[in-house]
T-cell receptor, first 113, second 116 residues
Framework: DGGITQSPKYLFRKEGQNVTLSCEQN?????MYWYRQDPGQGLRLIYY???????QKGDIAEGYSVSREKKESFPLTVTSAQKNPTAFYLC????????????FGQGTRLTVV | GENVEQHPSTLSVQEGDSAVIKCTYSDSASNYFPWYKQELGKRPQLIID?????GEKKDQRIAVTLNKTAKHFSLHITETQPEDSAVYFCAASRMRSGGGADGLTFGKGTHLIIQP
C-alpha cells in the first residue's frame, strides 16, 4: 500500500528514553523526509536526505537524529533531548528531478507517558 | 528559510458551491507548489501541484493558480461534494537545477467542511 511503510503505528515512550521510528520504501526514491504533525501546526520538516549517507536538518531538528545507510531506509530517533516529543510523525519519499511528488507513509503516533 | 501562510484555517461551504484556499510564501527561490489532502486518520495525498513557470493548472474540479510577483497561490474546488471534506495543506519548495529538492514547507492547513 503506497510503497512506503512506517512502523510501529502507535508508540509509547517513557520520559528520558530514546526511541526509533522506522521508515522503509520500495519505490526506489532517492529522497526521504521526516515531518512532525501537531494539531493546528501543519507538517514541519525535521530532517531530509537526498542520497545515501547524507542528510540535512530541517526546521525542527533539535532533539532528533537520523541515519541513511541504505536507500530504502531512513530511521528517525527521538532522543531524550526532545522536550515535547508527543506528536504524529510522517515519513515521505520522492524521486529526484522534476517530479518531486512526495509520497507519505501512514504515520507513527508517539506518546510520552 | 521559507515561510508559508495558509488561510482560512476552517472553511465551510454548501455542497455544490466553490471553495477557495489561499497561501502565501516568503522565499522567492521557491518554484514548486503542491497541494495535499488529508482525510481523518490517513496520510496526506497529493491532489495537484504547480511549478513556477506556469500560472494556472486544472484537473477536473480542482485548479491551482500562482502569482509569482505577489508570492501567493490558491486552490479552487468547484462543485464541491461531501467527499471533499478533509484538511488541505499547501506547500512550497525549491527544486534545484541539478535535480532534487529541499524538503517541503507546509502551511498549517485548512479544514474544509462540505455542508449537505
Amino acid at each position: 500500500d503506497g510503497g512506503i511503510t512506517q512502523s510501529p503505528k502507535y508508540l509509547f515512550r517513557k520520559e528520558g528514553q530514546n526511541v526509533t521510528l522506522s521508515c522503509e520504501q520500495n519505490l526506489n526514491h532517492d529522497a526521504m523526509y521526516w515531518y512532525r504533525q501537531d494539531p493546528g501546526q501543519g507538517l514541519r520538516l525535521i530532517y531530509y536526505s537526498q542520497i545515501v549517507n547524507d542528510f540535512q536538518k530541517g526546521d525542527i531538528a533539535e532533539g532528533y537524529s537520523v541515519s541513511r545507510e541504505k536507500k530504502e531506509s531512513f530511521p528517525l530517533t527521538v532522543t531524550s533531548a526532545q522536550k515535547n516529543p508527543t506528536a504524529f510523525y510522517l515519513c515521505a519519499s520522492s524521486r529526484q528531478g522534476r517530479n518531486t511528488e512526495a509520497f507519505f507513509g501512514q504515520g507513527t503516533r508517539l506518546t510520552v507517558v | 528559510g521559507e515561510n508559508v501562510e495558509q488561510h482560512p484555517s476552517t472553511l465551510s461551504v454548501q455542497e455544490g458551491d466553490s471553495a477557495v484556499i489561499k497561501c502565501t510564501y516568503s522565499d522567492s527561490a521557491s518554484n514548486y507548489f503542491p497541494w495535499y489532502k488529508q482525510e481523518l486518520g490517513k496520510r496526506p495525498q497529493l491532489i495537484i501541484d504547480i511549478r513556477s513557470n506556469v500560472g494556472e493548472k486544472k484537473d477536473q474540479r480542482i485548479a491551482v493558480t500562482l502569482n509569482k510577483t505577489a508570492k501567493h497561490f490558491s486552490l479552487h474546488i468547484t462543485e464541491t461534494q461531501p467527499e471533499d471534506s478533509a484538511v488541505y495543506f499547501c506547500a512550497a519548495s525549491r527544486m534545484r537545477s541539478g535535480g532534487g529538492a529541499d524538503g517541503l514547507t507546509f502551511g498549517k492547513g485548512t479544514h474544509l467542511i462540505i455542508q449537505p
